[in-house]
């Protein structure tokens, strides 16, 4: 059993950064494609970035694309998301999932295993 715990979520101005963690336990972290998803009151969640333990294959949406930077610390099964010059619009809980053989990266239902979420709100 795959279980992720993210940490980093807080409360952050306009333009600020956060760096957010999910450490995984429970499983050989090599085989597994990581994501990063977010999900804001009122609305569906949404795919942020994803990427393999080897970094070879990284996705990012649109709406972060050069702002955002996932990454991944195979020595500590833990994957990271960088995030900088945050908007407003980027307040959402944001969730670490995890998945095998994923062909649709950007599809939350493909992931097998999710934290719990952290907060990050950005005031504007």
């Known amino acids: 059993q795959v279980q992720l715990v993210e940490s980093g979520g807080g409360v952050v101005q306009a333009g600020g950064s956060l760096r957010l963690s999910c450490a995984a336990s429970g499983t050989t972290f090599s085989t597994y494609r990581m994501a990063w998803f977010r999900q804001a009151p009122g609305k569906e969640r949404e795919f942020v970035a994803s990427?393999?333990?080897?970094?070879?294959?990284?996705y990012y949406a649109d709406s972060v694309k050069g702002r955002f930077t996932i990454s991944t610390d195979n020595a500590k099964n833990t994957v990271y998301l960088q995030m900088n010059s945050l908007k407003h619009e980027d307040t959402a809980v944001y969730y670490c999932?995890?998945?095998?053989?994923?062909?649709?990266?950007?599809?939350?239902?493909?992931?097998?295993?999710w934290g719990q979420g952290t907060q990050v709100t950005v005031s504007s």
């Open positions: 999932a995890a998945g095998e053989r994923i062909l649709v990266v950007t599809n939350p239902n493909r992931y097998a295993y």
């Open positions: 990427i393999t333990s080897g970094g070879t294959s990284i």
